[in-house]
């Protein structure tokens, strides 16, 4: 008789929450089976292909013998000094390439094997709701106790460090956030990031900031980073990707930055679980921070034309969509009355317009949907014809035009 490995598994993985994005997966399997041509505006994916002179270095670095063997644990020298010349480059702040930067295999990876390194059983973990997924899955399979920080609309969805009750914030061991917000697509004003910096050093708390969209701001925009404000380097860490600006997410490069003795703890833990990246690709990677910012120009100009493209769209379906001064994504309220699963489901079924329902981001993302902006504007207009076609606007929808789960 076979063993039942799944009831067998170790109770950190039974504690994650059930998986949202199962269903919509077996849905867009069953979508495409039938021949239906899906716009998948779901994911995180970059649609373009990596920049040219990344992918030349990469070719290099790999004819290159010496970078075929074990990488250094830290990371090799030279990009750990391209990650702190561009962060000195974009902030004006200077960090110490031993040890005040770490390569990462991805930043999820990462934000994850923080929490490992931090969190004992028990141990509080703020994190906000909706999040990113790795800031409370991570915590939650290091056995921590999540208090989720509820953002709200009204409050420009920021993080209300006031609501937090005491006793909660004098147990707290990590607080995750992360400006400009996956999924919400908020940006935070730096007298937010002074408010959080004094908060975590007057509790003692370890900060990390997730800043996957450093570079993906429009209209001379510019995010703040953590360490720029006086004082967060003895209590926090800033977490960078990547996949977003460079089209990398293949690749798997991110890297952390911040205090060393946390980073050090990230490290050791590490050192026990993998090698690193391979060095050929933190040579590309190396290339990327170091491209001329002209090409960040374009980037930032491609996801801005698809931005005001989509707004304008949904405006003539009844849509108000907030205009975005960052990330690839829009934060889209789901009609009156209809749950964000039954809308993601339902526009999938009725035009195949893949978008995500807000609570796979937790329960505080009910009500909304996150589009993706990775798909050209000629895409985008048939997937707004589509939703137009379908009859599928904002004050259309009522659970009565809802198809039931039997129907789907
Ligand atoms: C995409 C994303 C990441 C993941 O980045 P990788 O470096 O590809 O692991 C992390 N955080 C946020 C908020 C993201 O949106």
């Not at 041509?37 to 292909?49: A, E, K, T, V």
Request: charged share 20%; aromatic share 10%; proline share 8%.
């Amino acid at each position: 008789m076979t063993p039942d490995w799944t009831s067998r598994r170790a109770d950190r993985l039974s504690a994650l929450p059930p998986y949202v994005f199962a269903r919509l997966d077996e849905l867009k399997a069953r979508a495409r089976e039938q021949g239906l041509d899906l716009i998948d505006l779901g994911m995180g994916n970059p649609d373009g292909p990596t920049p040219q002179p990344i992918v030349e270095a990469a070719v290099k670095a790999l004819q290159d013998s010496s970078n075929h063997g074990y990488p250094p644990f830290e990371g090799t020298a030279s990009f750990r000094k391209a990650i702190t010349d561009w962060y000195h480059r974009r902030y004006g702040v200077t960090l110490d390439p031993d040890g005040e930067a770490l390569p990462l295999l991805g930043s999820k990876e990462g934000l994850t094997h923080l929490a490992m390194a931090y969190v004992n059983p028990g141990d509080v973990v703020l994190v906000p709701n909706p999040a990113y997924p790795a800031h409370f899955r991570g915590p939650a399979i290091a056995g921590g106790d999540i208090y989720p920080m509820l953002l709200k609309a009204e409050d420009d969805w920021l993080i209300d460090l006031g609501s937090i009750p005491d006793h909660i914030a004098e147990r707290a061991k990590i607080l995750y956030f992360n400006y400009p917000s996956n999924p919400t697509a908020a940006t935070a004003p730096r007298e937010f990031f002074e408010d959080i910096v004094a908060f975590a050093r007057k509790h003692e708390i370890l900060l990390v900031h997730d800043q996957a969209y450093a570079e993906l701001a429009f209209d001379g925009y510019q995010p703040t980073s953590l360490l720029e404000i006086p004082g967060a380097k003895d209590i926090g860490v800033e977490f960078h990707t990547l996949s977003k600006t460079y089209n990398m997410a293949g690749w798997r490069v991110g890297f952390v930055v911040g205090n060393r003795h946390i980073i050090q703890g990230l490290r050791t833990l590490k050192t026990n679980l993998d090698y690193g990246i391979f060095s050929a690709l933190q040579k590309a990677a190396e290339t990327a921070l170091q491209l001329p910012d002209v090409y960040l120009h374009e980037v930032q100009s491609r996801y801005r034309l698809r931005r005001d493209f989509l707004i304008d769209g949904f405006a003539e379906l009844g849509w108000t969509v907030p205009k975005t001064r960052a990330t690839m994504y829009l934060w889209v309220p789901t009609p009156p009355n209809v749950s964000s699963t039954d809308f993601a489901l339902n526009v999938l079924q009725q035009t195949g317009v893949v978008v995500t329902p807000g609570n796979a981001f937790g329960s505080g993302g009910e009500g909304y949907v996150r589009v993706s902006l990775i798909a050209d504007c000629d895409r985008l207009g048939e997937a707004l014809q589509r939703l137009k076609d379908a009859g599928i606007r904002y004050n259309s929808m009522t659970p009565e035009t809802v198809l039931s789960p039997s129907q789907r």
